[in-house]
């Protein structure tokens, strides 16, 4: 697994000591820890890379943001994955299969309390993280199918809605005032709060659409391929949610489909949507609002970006963070090649 090291400092530092109480439960199999080294710049977590003695590898994550409860979801969506064979990192049982101790949930046994902060083990795959700069149709073929069957999955219960999304905005934009006064007036805000107005009443009135378990950030740096391009998972189901499948078909578009230079590609998003639609058919009414859920994503993003990175963390957040909404607010303002896409494929496809 190669990611983008670009850290600028982790959320929290780790030395390859402290993971010999983290390691304990494996060491069998797994041995001492050797070497670690940090993969993200650890915004909502730190994870890093941490070689065992006996040659092998596991991705340490450490929970930056979420409490015990919030990882709960994740833990059981993944648990359901793994019966169906889906390819992704799955977490590691601290207790190997055996029962859980009296008054532990079961979502415990992968969940580790450090004096670090909630630590989970995943499978380091091998490979290399998807990136916009080379991106291909036959890689989006893949993923369109690979989203398809998550899709098919029937969904854990007690999963959250889309934590980004309106149920996020909302109580921020209400309390922001009293909260963070420093941005209150801050024009992103402002121009939030007019396309919530305007495209809030579009997607409500679409009526009920098919539910599914839902990625949630489906974005391409969250997939794994191969050298020759072949898929070798999706990771990261930190935001799964229960919620419309069009809603994680237009994450995926919105997280995989745009050129470097923030623009459209119409053959990533054409060998995407027909793969996906090979093994799972859109209704024509999900087709119908595939381009307002495009909207509404690329809104959920440029808002969890905003607060992130400009609200949340702004000491610990380079100026390239601090503008990384902006992108996704460009995209908002003009969607006139994205709607054609969208017609253009409902119209194939009625």
Known sequence: MEHDEKAERPYVKLEVADCAEILEPFVESFGDAVSLRLLTDGQANTNYAVVGSRGETVLLKICNEKTREQLWPQMRALTRLRTCGYRTAYPWDRLHGKASPPGEREEDRFIYAHSLGFVILYDFLDGRAGAHERTSPQMMRQLGRAVAELHSVDPVDDLPSFPMGITSMRPFLESVDATHPNVASHPFLIWLRCQLSELMPRLESAGSLPLAMLHGDCFIDNVMFREDDSLVGVIDFEEVCSGPAILDLAMTVCGCCYTPQNEMDPHLFDAFLSAYEKERPLLPAERAVLWNYLRYTCLAIAF????QFV??????SSEAKKQSYKPMQARVED??????????HRMSTA
């Open 335 to 344: 969607m006139s090649s994205a709607q054609t896409l969208c017609e253009k």
């Open 304 to 307: 969890w970006r905003f607060r």
């Open 311 to 316: 609200v949340r963390h702004p000491e610990q």
